[in-house]
């Protein structure tokens, strides 16, 4: 595995050479001026709300923020929200057992179903009160995107609950007209496009952005399951394992966003879903489809007022739908399950579930924005939400209160199902107040605090405290403190109920120098997280003793002319539980390396490095840590391609096939028996060759 990871990174270094050689040797080509001009573009201010609600460039807010273009991450090769979010320091996109998206963020690790990062969709809240997660935005195509905007480190103090190790929020394209096609090996398509129009006075408009995809699946072999490793011979048998993994996954989306004068409605259809992957309790299933799917639909208006010349007010309304379903086997045909009553029975079909989920959020924000003192800036907001469950219910044939083997039926909360109830609601009261105070021409501090009420868990609060110093028009530094929580989920809360909330207190501080040839951020934070909510077995939830974190993350991208740019970012991260003891999560160390070559302001050719190092066991889980890897993607743009408009993308990820795997938990309890769990981990597709035409009009 070391002799690899040096032939990929001499791989690089030699085309580094070769790149650059080019760009000085061959002169002024075709489209210098035009890279030139694109190259000053991108040193000028890139202007953010995701931090503070305000209008800020991204470089002074407070913390560090990282803004994605899609357009950049096309060329790379990304082909969705989840693909890209790799390119960010301290970010490791991963997956679970049933192959659900999750998102780990400076060592912070992901739990089944549920998630540590506030997701937002064009500024709009998706993260559902059952997981916290919004898979189907994380499946989102990057050809339907315009930017990504990424906060890494608390920021509930502005966004609430959720925002725990993170926020991220995607700008869908609302400009231009394109349509887009994309395929790839093992049958995965991609369709869309987007369009925007205009009134006639120029008051009113709207946007249309359509897309979809479909991957049949790789069928990436897993190695033994729980089946084959646990209970008696017989029973291991029955195992499927080794075998192929159900891994089809699908998504589609809708946007169409409106505006006359102030106001605007923005209306939003998301879905996606995948087969079960590994098996929801890691014993693989034969049947292949789609198990698992996630639904939104999604209303939202807003309104914004001059009520005089410093005060403002914006308003906005917001209706969210979420639906879940599941149809899936978790135990083979012919298992012999364990009863609570001496005897034994055999499973006709196997243990099958079936089960449905849906919830309405109903929502108001107004926000107030007064600068009438001078250096100051303030603003507060109020927010009310309320969450209802709606239809809940599972269908098994295993009672899940006496845990006998039964005839197929629905089962709810109050049959002792570990699922929502059809009466579970939370309502939320929040109040935000923030200042935002010129202390001197160079220097900001910012300072609030945000008070949540939940019906449910009690309240909390989440403060701020940053400050950014501009030394000069290149220098500036930056430190931050801030709290933030995460709520249990409906999920979580439903096996076990008892559960507290999460919380976290995070001091960082980061300096970022600017030029017009280089860029370089530097942070290093330090976190300590208190009632981690963390898996007990593969279904089943405890809160943690105190963990802390620190690390150091560090960026550069540097130009070397008008056609070559090399972009490189490193974290390094340590976790542990207060007391000592490894903490099950993301890697102690991520790096990237990418080199981009643009002889001409319509092509690009582009090289990705990425190492993901060890990751972490629970502390039960007596192997050893899961080694990192090493991964190579190529890409390749040519624009106007024979017609104005026609852009052909072309590459390959994974180019040199490397061995990539997720974590798998070591031990479940099932029916009282404590079983392992895919001792080789959770592999993951090789290498696969894909090309994309898209055409602006």
Do not use: C
């Amino acid at each position: 595995m070391r002799i690899i990871g040096r032939r990929v990174w001499a791989t690089g270094m030699v085309l580094t050479g070769f790149m650059g050689a080019s760009a000085f040797a061959g002169g002024a080509a075709e489209g210098d001026d035009v890279a030139e001009l694109q190259g000053l573009l991108e040193v000028l201010e890139q202007q953010t709300e995701i931090a503070t609600k305000t209008k800020l460039n991204a470089d002074y807010v407070p913390g560090m923020v990282t803004v994605l273009h899609g357009e950049e991450m096309l060329a790379l090769g990304a082909r969705t929200v989840w693909d890209a979010m790799r390119l960010v320091p301290g970010i490791e996109p991963s997956t679970d057992g049933i192959g659900a998206r999750q998102i780990l963020v400076r060592g912070i690790g992901g739990s089944f179903a549920s998630g540590n990062m506030k997701i937002l969709l064009n500024g709009r809240a998706m993260n559902s009160a059952l997981s916290a997660s919004a898979n189907p935005v994380l499946n989102l195509s990057i050809a339907q995107v315009d930017h990504i905007e990424v906060v890494r480190g608390p920021g509930s103090a502005v966004h609430g609950e959720f925002a725990y190790a993170g926020v991220l929020n995607v700008i869908t394209r609302k400009q231009g007209r394109e349509v887009f096609l994309r395929a790839g090996e093992s049958e995965v398509y991609s369709a869309g496009g987007f369009a925007h129009w205009r009134s006639e006075d120029g008051r009113g408009g709207g946007s249309l952005n359509v897309g979809g995809w479909h991957s049949a699946g790789v069928g990436t072999k897993a190695g033994r399951d729980a089946l084959y490793n646990g209970f008696n011979a017989s029973q291991s048998s029955l195992s499927n394992a080794p075998g192929a993994v159900d891994d089809e996954v699908e998504q589609r989306s809708v946007l169409l966003d409106l505006y006359r004068d102030a106001l605007s409605l923005s209306l939003v259809y998301v879905e996606d879903g995948h087969g079960d992957h590994f098996g929801t309790i890691n014993v693989l299933d034969t049947d292949q489809g789609v198990d698992y799917r996630n639904r939104y639909l999604m209303a939202s208006g807003k309104g914004s007022w001059a009520l005089t010349e410093h005060l403002s007010a914006e308003l906005a309304l917001g209706w969210q739908y979420y639906e879940n379903r599941f149809n899936t086997r978790l135990l083979p045909n012919g298992f012999t399950w364990f009863n609570k009553t001496p005897a034994l029975t055999v499973l006709p079909g196997g243990y099958v579930t079936k089960g449905y989920y849906e919830e309405q959020r109903l929502s108001a924000d107004l926000d107030v924005h007064w600068d009438g003192w001078e250096g100051h800036r303030w603003l507060a907001s109020l927010g009310l939400a309320r969450i209802s469950v709606g239809d809940s219910w599972q269908e098994n044939n295993v009672n899940p209160a006496t845990n006998n083997p039964t005839t197929t039926q629905r089962f709810f909360k109050e049959d002792g199902v570990p699922w929502p109830s059809e009466h579970r609601s939370r309502r939320i009261v929040s109040f935000t107040v923030q200042d935002e105070y010129r202390l001197a021409d160079n220097v900001t501090l910012t300072a609030g605090a945000r008070y949540d009420d939940y019906d449910d868990f009690g309240s909390n609060t989440s403060p701020r405290l940053a400050a950014v110093w501009r030394l000069d028009r290149h220098h500036i530094l930056k430190a931050q403190y801030a709290e933030a929580f995460r709520p249990p989920t409906f999920y979580e809360t439903g096996f076990a109920p008892d559960l507290k909330p999460e919380t976290i207190r995070t001091a960082e501080l980061g300096y970022v120098f600017k030029s017009a040839e280089t860029e370089v951020h530097l942070t290093a934070f330090r976190s300590r997280l208190s009632n981690l909510i963390v898996n007990s077995g593969i279904l089943g939830y405890i809160n943690a003793n105190a963990v802390r974190t620190h690390g150091a993350e560090g960026e550069i991208q540097q130009r070397f002319g008008p056609h070559f740019r090399i972009e490189a970012n490193l974290t390094v991260t340590d976790t542990e539980q207060a007391g000592g003891g490894s903490v099950a999560g993301a890697a102690n160390r991520l790096a990237n390396l990418v080199l981009r070559y643009e002889p001409r302001s319509t092509h690009t050719y582009a090289m990705w490095l990425r190492h993901v190092g060890e990751r972490g066991r629970e502390a039960s889980d007596s192997r050893e840590q899961l080694s990192g890897y090493e991964t190579v993607d190529v890409a390749a743009s040519f624009g106007n391609l024979g017609v104005k408009g026609l852009t052909l993308r072309i590459g390959v990820s994974n180019l040199f096939d490397r061995d990539v795997r997720y974590p798998a938990f070591n031990t479940l309890d099932l029916a009282g028996q404590t079983i392992r769990s895919y001792t080789n981990d959770y592999p993951q597709p090789g290498r696969a060759g894909w090309l994309q035409l898209s055409y602006a009009m």
